[in-house]
């Protein structure tokens, strides 16, 4: 085979084989094809699009490019929640020991922050000692004894991702569906979890800026995962807003330690406890509304608290700090954001948060960046709220003052206040199964 009669089938809108899919990526990944030629097929890929067949085996394909992992130690159904990338969400760390702490495991491979979305790894990081990098056995021990571990996705998991993710990145290829679709269940097919519930956002934080387009994804990646033979299910929700206050790792923590102790923000409430109660369902603990009941009854007892405790204990980390989490330090500087005028925040621009919070030292522009953990953004006032001119809007954190001012213009360029308040809109828009 040739990569140029690859490359030309898909420019001229062709369907690629499975055969010439597996041997692009194979040879990709030996490093025996180079990146401008891999960069003008995922160019091809981006305007030609792909059929779900070719999409499956790009997927597959990506899945079987590294070590497939085996977690058949694990006693019991494994559930994983993946969402496609936001801000201030921080579902994973809420959603992850309620479920365990009513008996399902969760053994989860969580990512980086990427582009100005943040990433779980990065925020559980931020408590002291914590260990996101674990032998697999002691990864298997974790989840049998303590029912969750979470850590970041090993080197050798579906690596033609990495490749091709670092190439997109800078290629402007990311927002492709197809490439999306195989990048994100590429690497969750390679890890072995029995069931999958996506968390698919839409809107100006989210890849995906329209609900039609989020659709379509969802759609995809529930129909890839469900040939895989994996339980899928997935929520299309609303990104045209932060979830919750908080943005940035540590500051996130504590609002995820909030929510587990049930005086969370109603948003991030009422998401975290849909989306554990999903993962429930498709777990075999009963429908729905039984499970919805449980998951409220986790968080009132303090069942799921203690379990994160008890996971960050046995992850290296000190569980004091999630019983009383004001023990997190705050960053050294600090400016609060007025509003310029009288009115309701009308909308606001999602990625443009994201991105002051990225400037605040809360996410990396290089690989070598170093994040720093109490860097971030505290919301005072959300879309539909009510504002005077002059009053607080959001409260940033740096490290470095010299960081305060960009990320202040970037957070009011991000904001519109209109007289008018604006219509409500529901949080949750789908449920793809
Ligand atoms: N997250 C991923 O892992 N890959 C993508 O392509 C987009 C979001």
């Not at 030309?8 to 055969?19: H, S």
């Not at 679709?181 to 999958?196: N, P, Q, R, Y």
Request: charged share 25%; with cysteine.
């Amino acid at each position: 085979m040739r990569m140029y009669d690859i490359i030309r089938k898909k420019r001229d809108g062709g369907e690629l084989t499975d055969a010439e899919i597996r041997w692009f990526l194979t040879e990709y990944v030996a490093e025996r094809i180079p990146d401008y030629q891999a960069a003008a097929l995922c160019m091809a890929i981006y305007f030609r699009g792909m059929t779900v067949e070719e999409t499956a085996s790009l997927t597959f394909a990506i899945r079987d490019s590294g070590e497939r992992l085996d977690f058949s130690g694990i006693n019991g159904l494994r559930v994983d929640k993946h969402s496609t990338g936001g801000v201030g969400d921080k579902t994973s760390l809420v959603v992850a020991p309620i479920v365990a702490s009513l008996g399902v495991k969760v053994a989860k491979m969580s990512g980086r922050g990427l582009g100005h979305t943040g990433g779980t790894v990065d925020k559980l990081e931020a408590i002291p000692g914590f260990q996101t990098d674990l032998p697999i056995e002691q990864f298997e021990r974790i989840v049998n004894e303590v029912g969750i571990a979470i850590v970041g996705q090993n080197a050798t998991l579906a690596p033609a991702d990495k490749l091709l993710y670092a190439l997109r990145d800078v290629t402007a290829t990311v927002d492709s569906l197809p490439l999306i679709v195989s990048s994100i269940m590429g690497k969750k097919l390679a890890a072995d979890d029995d069931c999958i519930v996506l968390d698919v956002k839409t809107g100006s934080g989210s890849f995906m800026k329209t609900l039609a387009r989020s659709r379509e994804l969802a759609e995809w990646m529930v129909a890839i995962g469900k040939r895989a033979g994996k339980r899928m299910r997935a929520l299309i929700t609303d990104m045209d807003r932060p979830l919750g206050y908080a943005i940035g790792n540590s500051l996130e923590v504590v609002e995820a330690i909030e929510t587990l102790q049930g005086r969370g923000p109603a948003d991030l409430t009422e998401l975290c406890v849909a989306l554990a109660s999903h993962m429930l369902s498709i777990s075999d603990r009963g429908n729905y509304e039984v499970c919805e009941a449980k998951v409220k009854q986790a968080i009132a007892n303090g069942d799921a608290l203690r379990t994160f405790a008890e996971m960050v204990r046995a992850q290296g980390g000190d569980p004091q700090w999630i019983l009383q989490p004001e023990r997190f330090p705050k960053a050294k500087f600090s400016r609060e954001v007025l509003a310029e005028t009288d009115g309701y925040i009308a909308a606001v621009d999602t990625e443009g948060y994201g991105v002051a919070s990225l400037m605040l030292g809360a996410g990396r522009n290089t690989k070598e960046d170093v994040i720093h953990s109490a860097a971030g953004i505290l919301l005072k006032r959300k879309t539909g709220d009510p504002v005077k001119r002059g009053e607080v809007i959001a409260v940033l954190y740096a490290e470095e003052e010299a960081r305060l001012a960009g990320a202040s213009r970037r957070l009011l360029e991000a904001t519109r206040i209109t007289k008018e308040a604006p219509a409500a809109s529901p949080l949750i828009l789908d449920v793809v199964d």
